[in-house]
């Protein structure tokens, strides 16, 4: 059984910053590839950010690119989404989720088999 908690949501001000944790209940967490994904209103789920078991391979999409980073204890079990000079369009419910897959097999939520409840993230102009 794998589960997954978000926390560290909130408001933030536009140019701000957020951080958002993940804490996996898992037996064999470095095995598992971490993805960062979230969903507007009216808007589909994306992937964000995700990094691979080992942390050594990372993936972000384009409009977070340059401000975001993803990284992950594998000793406390946790992966982060740190974001900076975040805007209104930053705004979403984000979820954390695992794939057992030593790599960064795909983009898709399809591909992740275990997710959290989300924590929502509000980015006030």
């Known amino acids: 059984q794998v589960q997954l908690v978000e926390s560290g949501g909130g408001l933030v001000q536009a140019g701000g910053s957020l951080k958002l944790t993940c804490a996996v209940t898992?037996?064999?967490?470095?095995?598992?590839?971490m993805g960062w994904f979230r969903e507007a209103p009216g808007k589909h789920r994306e992937m964000v950010a995700a990094?691979?078991?080992?942390?050594?391979?990372?993936y972000y999409t384009r409009s977070v690119v340059g401000r975001t980073t993803i990284s992950r204890d594998n000793a406390k079990n946790t992966v982060y989404l740190q974001m900076t000079m975040v805007s209104p369009e930053d705004t979403a419910l984000y979820y954390c989720?695992?794939?057992?897959?030593?790599?960064?097999?795909?983009?898709?939520?399809?591909?992740?088999?275990?997710w959290g409840l989300g924590t929502q993230v509000t980015v006030s102009a």
């Open positions: 989720a695992a794939d057992l897959a030593d790599d960064i097999a795909t983009i898709s939520d399809a591909g992740y088999d275990y």
């Open positions: 898992v037996l064999a967490f470095r095995d598992y590839t």
């Open positions: 990094i691979n078991g080992k942390g050594e391979d990372t």
